[in-house]
């Protein structure tokens, strides 16, 4: 039965639930074998692969144990679904060379994601704030030119 | 509200206002009291003044700077736009002198319209962290590798 989009918005859901509560092996029933990020330029600009994206989310998480994505908006069109989120963690490990600090950080990401008629996702485009994450932990400058 | 009229608007913001310059049209398609939810860079514009400053300022620096929009994304009152920016550096912008180098970034900009069809308000995530690298501005990263 093909999918819709109020179906592939569920997914989403599911998708960041399954994040936020560690269930990467439920990762896999939402995500196509050769699911494809698009990710930051100058970071991880393409990524492609269901083992690979779950350990990149479990590498994740083992560094922000208790980072959870809240969805701000969630739309879908065709086999299209829109989301724009919050990341709010606390920095307890150390993370690129930064020793934890123990602030909750915060920032922002928005996602498009493609799904096949099956209601499985298979390509994704997705932009976080990661400069506001790396200025909460003094990585980057806050104040420019 | 259309959908499609969205979209055509939209395509007609980055067109004609962001890539020609043309802020006489933002009164048309933008309402005053448009706002911008942004990231770290640009976290707040309130108004659609300063949205036509915005542009101004940018073409000074980038006067060949024009959007691209990949796909759009549109549902009830909303229209998600995956874009690409392009621009030669050929004034001074953000206290560095034009470098004469292509500056280019990647975003996701979720509009969403009001009853009249005018865009009300924005939340943008731009990946603009390869511009302020190639500006001088943050120093080059690497997150791969473990």
Redesign the interface.
Known sequence: MPTTPEHNKSTIIRFFLAANNDQLDELDTYMHEDFVTHGPQSLLPYAKGRDLHKQGIGGFKSTFPDATIHIIHIFAEGDKVMTHQKVVARHVKEFLGVQPTFKTIEWTATQLARFDENGIMVERWVIEDFLAMFQQLGIMPTKFG | MS?ELNKLNIQRFYDEVISNGDVSVVDELMCAEFVHHG???FPYIGGSEAIKQGVVGVKSAYPDGHTVIE?M????D?V?V?LTWHGTHLGP????EPSGKVHH??????YRFNNEGKIIER????????Q??ALG????????GG
Do not use: C, Y
């Open positions: 959908v990231d770290s860079l796909e994304v549109a549902d009830g909303i998600m995956r912008f953000m206290g560095k970034w990647a975003g996701l900009s979720t939340w943008a995530n731009m990946d603009v962290m390869p302020l690298m501005l943050i120093p080059e990263m690497k997150m791969g």
